[in-house]
């Protein structure tokens, strides 16, 4: 029975291989399978959830709470409300390298604005040691600091996206937070975004 497994798997390593270096456009959401999401093992790249499964993932709110003075719930239709950027000829780029997913265009809100308006709790100007988590439903995160966002060009390239190529976010809905100068984007490209989280440093 062992045997079996094992040539099964020692088979299916070039399928997940070419999965991995493929360009992909429109790419579907990549994850590890449930059975093994929770275990530590490293994989650059997942097997492709099924559109039952991703479903599942597709959070319509993202709240953004912690020490701020307007917790918001924040939608689809209020981002639309913001400041709206295009963002053309972004590629999600995973650590391995691989090409994940190609936007030819996008639209999106500055997290700056989004934290200006929940307004950080700040108690003098020395007192800006926070960090920011942007949490997906799958639990996935990315973390930003203060700085990184109040104090350093990439505050200008962090974008909570609502729309892709002309389209609502769909499979990765609703919303994706990027930043848009990391060297690799797909380790902070966090889709299903369901919440920001703004903690001070204790
Ligand atoms: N919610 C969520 N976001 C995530 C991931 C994830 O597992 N869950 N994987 C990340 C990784 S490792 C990469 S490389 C990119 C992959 O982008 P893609 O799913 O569009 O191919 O998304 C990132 N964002
Ligand atoms: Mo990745």
């Known amino acids: 029975?062992?045997?079996?497994?094992i040539s099964i798997m020692v088979l299916a390593l070039p399928f997940f291989f070419t999965m991995c270096t493929e360009k992909k456009e429109n790419a579907i959401p990549v994850k590890e399978s449930k059975e093994h999401s929770h275990s530590n093992k490293e994989v650059a790249c997942g097997i492709p959830l099924s559109r039952e499964d991703s479903l599942k993932?597709?959070?319509k709110t993202v709240e953004v709470n912690g020490d701020v003075k307007n917790q918001l719930l924040l939608t689809v239709d209020s981002l639309k409300l913001m400041k709206i950027h295009t963002i053309?000829?972004?590629t999600?780029?995973?650590q391995s390298g691989a090409n994940m997913k190609e936007d030819k265009t996008c639209k999106g809100v500055l997290l700056r604005?989004?934290?200006?308006?929940a307004e950080i709790i700040q108690n003098n100007h020395k007192d800006r040691n926070f960090y920011i988590v942007a949490r997906a439903s799958d639990d996935y995160k990315a973390t930003f600091s203060w700085a990184e966002i109040f104090n350093n060009p990439t505050g200008d390239e962090v974008f909570v996206l609502f729309e892709e190529n002309g389209e609502p976010i769909q499979r990765q809905g609703e919303m994706i937070l990027i930043c848009r100068n990391d060297i690799k984007t797909g380790p902070r490209h966090v889709y299903w975004l369901k919440s920001i989280e703004?903690?001070?440093?204790e």
């Open 1 to 5: 029975m062992k045997k079996v497994n």
């Open 57 to 59: 993932y597709i959070s």
């Open 88 to 90: 053309e000829n972004f």
């Open 92 to 94: 999600v780029v995973c």
């Open 113 to 117: 604005d989004i934290l200006e308006k």
């Open 198 to 201: 703004i903690n001070r440093v």
